[in-house]
């Protein structure tokens, strides 16, 4: 294929040509006719032999493994032959995604004789979790004078899913165990009722239960009067996060994305519930995606949670209104429900008090704010641009959180640093208070 | 800080190309200064100085802003031209229109593009900057031409154009007006009778010789060596296999122009010379537009996964 460029130095030429052919200067009719030939003969050369050749070389793409971990590195060998009856010089690339870091041959220029076959390796790592391509193989040929181009994909896609690495789970939840923050004392949910655990005495009233009398306390203020033993007893609860999967937590740099982020903090804080024998439900919401995930105790919750969100990622958009439809629909069990999303979508709210949000349940609104996911910009207008829109931003995300406030829906914007200390600080607090 | 190295390899070898260029430019300078207006050259030079030194992301449009501010002058000059009632401070920012100035921005052009085509920082850019100046100055070359010729057909066409502009209000016109006129109508001329009866009339330059002509085969070739030194020296892969590309790309063009040019020198005579290089270069352009057929790909380019 011929390019603007081949396109702009043949009309240069032709130009050149017609008016000194006009002019009748005969050095330079000979000059450009002789360029015009030698460039258009070039550009035909090229598609004839190695642009209608490129076509016959078969390249095969094996990965190693289509299931891995952040971080982690992947080997993926790609096999070159060369079918064609005439040696041919090349360039190739592996199309990957930004969030790939690279390691060997993923792309590079070869050359192949008739019937050869060449090996390429190369590693890749993941910096984001989710469902990533690996391909096509694009290769392409240009002329000596860079004036044509061919370019052909060859190869078909295969798929990666990337799940979250488990040092970014172990490291936050071993932080959350040594500094005692989220163990101390809220193992459990306690309630007054048939338990082991003796909570205190009160006085006997009618249909109490004769087994609880506490003998001990008989006759203690007029000699005459009984005492029932109050017991408490252990409740797990649920918890159940609501998370925006949209395009909108699609955000930041390959090595900073703050669905990545989120998730990541989400499972080390599931992990921590689910030491407090706690079951954890998800549901992964947006126009595109409903991944529901029911309350479960045990690691099991989180695996299945890495595993949904490694094949899916971020797309369509969030409205909270759905979001609510589809939590009444689907969580009937008491339950403290944690919905986080940064809430870049406009939404239109009633301020007198709206049924669709009273669901029964008790439901903590996060709202994650996207300041720390901005690119840095260079110029210093950009900059200023990406001050401006931050601060718009984070002023209207805080009236949101103020509506839902006073409609009783508790709520608070946090950043990717407190939003640990918030929902845990919730949820021990959603624990005591149920 | 890291200063990046100037190349100064690149800017010679863009000067060799640009060597035909720039010689004409000097030669036709010397003659046709005196007629043109020298404020708009260094106006035009200030613009070019101009886009180097102000911010990289504003360079691309300083040449189009300075487009549109000429633009807008001229048509601030033509609207006081024709109402005589525009603003008070407008009426200060009227450009003279007239045939020096007019002369000036052409000649101004090709210099703004010789120095473009040294500086550039691809090959191509320079190559594609040097055929657009070398046809400019060719063009001045002719008019400079028609000025010195004492051919007795060149002067009595001059002096019949000479008469004519007379009779358009050009009172007194000197030289280089009526050289330009000349060589323009004669090129004109020359078209006319290609499109119209499928022959050429007079070719300025094929009849009348300057001086430099001696010299230009040897600056052209000058420049072809130029290119092909640049190719070599900027080509990364396949360097061996991709010179011989192009070697053989040379042989063949040349195999193919030669007799081209052969006839077309034979039927001159006839005054078929353009016809034969236009349907020459016709079915070159032709043969290059079918074999440039896109190869079909097996997978489409799509990176984005839902």
């Known amino acids: 294929m011929i390019r603007k460029t081949g396109f702009a130095l043949l009309s240069a030429l032709v130009f050149g040509l017609i008016g000194t052919t006009l002019l009748g200067y005969s050095d330079a009719i000979l000059f450009f006719v002789l360029l015009t030939f030698v460039v258009g003969f070039d550009i035909i050369l090229f598609n004839v032999t190695l642009a209608s050749s490129i076509s016959e070389i078969s390249a095969e793409r094996e990965v190693m493994k289509s299931y891995l971990r952040k971080g982690q590195f992947n080997d993926v060998l790609i096999k070159f032959t060369n079918n064609s009856r005439r040696p041919v010089d090349f360039s190739y690339f592996d199309t990957l995604s930004s969030v790939f870091r690279t390691k060997g041959e993923f792309e590079g220029d070869l050359h192949l004789n008739p019937g050869e076959t060449v090996e390429r390796r190369y590693s890749i790592s993941a910096t984001a979790i989710g469902k990533y391509e690996v391909g096509p193989i694009i290769m392409y040929a240009d002329d000596p004078l860079h004036l044509a181009l061919v370019t052909y994909a060859a190869s078909s896609k295969d798929e990666v899913k990337v799940a979250p690495s488990t040092s970014d789970i172990f490291s936050r939840r071993s932080e959350r165990v040594s500094n005692l923050l989220y163990t101390r004392g809220l193992h459990i949910s306690k309630k007054v009722g048939q338990g082991y655990n003796f909570y205190g005495v009160r006085e006997y009233a009618e249909n109490d239960d004769f087994r609880y009398v506490a003998w001990s306390r008989y006759g203690l203020q007029n000699g005459e009067d009984l005492y029932i033993k109050q017991m408490e007893e252990e409740r797990q609860v649920n918890v159940f996060f609501v998370i925006d999967y949209s395009e909108s937590v699609n955000q930041g740099t390959p090595e900073h994305l703050l669905f990545d982020s989120l998730t990541a903090q989400v499972i080390a804080m599931s992990l921590g519930m689910l030491k407090n024998h706690d079951s954890v439900g998800y549901l992964l919401t947006s126009s595109e995606h409903d991944v529901y995930l029911k309350p479960e105790r045990g690691s099991r919750a989180v695996d299945k949670f890495e595993r949904a969100i490694s094949e899916i990622k971020p797309g369509g958009t969030f409205s909270i209104d759905q979001a609510f439809r589809k939590m009444k629909e689907r969580i009937k069990k008491q339950a403290i429900i944690f919905m986080i999303t940064p809430f870049a979508y406009p939404e239109e709210f009633r301020m007198s008090p709206d049924p669709q949000f009273q669901i029964g349940k008790r439901i903590n609104l996060v709202i994650v704010s996207r300041a720390g996911f901005v690119p840095e910009a260079t110029d210093s207008v950009d900059k200023r641009l990406i001050l401006d829109t931050i601060e718009r931003e984070s002023k209207a995300v805080k009236g949101i959180s103020h509506f839902f406030n006073s409609i009783g829906i508790r709520s608070l914007v946090v950043n990717e640093k407190n939003m640990v200390p918030y929902i845990m600080s919730e949820y021990a607090y959603g624990k005591v208070t149920q | 800080m890291n200063r990046k190295r100037i190349d100064y390899r690149h800017y010679a070898l863009n000067a060799g190309i640009m060597f035909p260029s720039i010689f004409l430019l000097a ?149 280089y007006i009526v050289a330009f006129f000349t060589t323009m109508s004669l090129e004109g001329y020359a078209l006319y009778t290609l499109v119209v009866y499928g022959y050429q009339f007079y070719l300025p330059l094929t009849v009348l010789s300057t001086p430099v002509d001696s010299v230009m085969p040897f600056l052209l070739m000058v420049s072809a060596a130029s290119i092909l030194v640049a190719l070599y020296m900027r080509e990364k892969r396949n360097v061996a296999s991709r010179l011989g590309t192009i070697g053989l790309a040379g042989i063949a063009g040349a195999l193919v122009a030669l007799p081209v040019l052969l006839i077309s020198e034979e039927l001159a005579s006839y005054g078929f010379q353009i016809f034969v290089i236009a349907a020459s270069v016709a079915a070159l352009l032709l043969l290059t537009a079918v074999t440039s057929r896109k190869v079909p790909s097996t997978e489409t380019i799509n990176t984005f996964i839902k």
């Open chain 2, 27 to 175: 030669y036709v300078s010397t003659y046709i200064i005196q007629y043109i207006s020298v404020t708009v050259i260094v106006i035009f030079i200030l613009i070019f100085f101009l886009k180097y030194l102000v911010p990289r992301r504003f360079r691309q449009y300083v040449y189009p802003t300075a487009i549109i501010i000429f633009l807008l002058l001229l048509l601030n000059t033509l609207s006081l031209d024709a109402t005589n009632s525009v603003l008070p401070f407008l009426s200060d920012l009227s450009i003279p229109l007239s045939f020096s100035t007019l002369s000036s921005l052409t000649f101004s052009i090709g210099l703004v593009t010789v120095m473009e085509g040294i500086i550039a920082p691809r090959y191509i850019l320079t190559i594609s900057e040097f055929f657009g100046s070398l046809l400019l100055f060719i063009e001045l070359l002719g008019i400079v031409a028609v000025m010195l010729t004492t051919n007795p057909t060149f002067l009595a066409t001059e002096s019949g154009v000479a008469s004519y502009l007379i009779q358009l209000g050009v009172y007194n016109p000197n030289a």
